[in-house]
């Protein structure tokens, strides 16, 4: 997405999704503001997380993940999204 990423992980015991989203915003930011020329605050300070509950809970997800760039108007079908899931998915 333009202005927003949605990731759908499972936590393994070593790290905190607070330490994942972290080290992610951490690399992603000086990388980006290396690439636009450019420095300080890229992403919101705070993030959004939602506990999968059970297997429907985390299909829904993934299902309204895969299909936000539809919604979007940037692509016709989940798959064309060159940096989701849905284009390794089975036909």
């Given at each position: 997405?333009?202005?927003?990423?949605?990731?759908?992980?499972?936590?393994?015991?070593?790290?905190s999704?607070t330490?994942?989203?972290?080290?992610?915003?951490?690399?992603?930011?000086?990388?980006?503001?290396?690439?636009?020329?450019?420095?300080?605050?890229?992403?919101?300070?705070?993030?959004?997380?939602?506990f999968?509950?059970?297997?429907?809970?985390?299909?829904?997800?993934?299902?309204?993940?895969?299909?936000?760039?539809?919604?979007?108007?940037?692509?016709?079908?989940?798959?064309?999204?060159?940096?989701?899931?849905?284009?390794?998915?089975?036909?």
């Open positions: 997405m333009p202005n927003h990423v949605h990731v759908v992980v499972e936590i393994v015991d070593r790290y999704l330490e994942i989203v972290g080290s992610w915003k951490s690399f992603t930011a000086k990388r980006a503001n290396g690439l636009i020329g450019r420095s300080g605050t890229f992403w919101h300070a705070d993030y959004f997380d939602r999968m509950r059970d297997e429907g809970h985390l299909a829904r997800t993934i299902n309204y993940v895969e299909s936000n760039p539809i919604k979007a108007g940037l692509v016709a079908v989940a798959p064309e999204w060159p940096w989701g899931s849905a284009r390794f998915r089975d036909s």
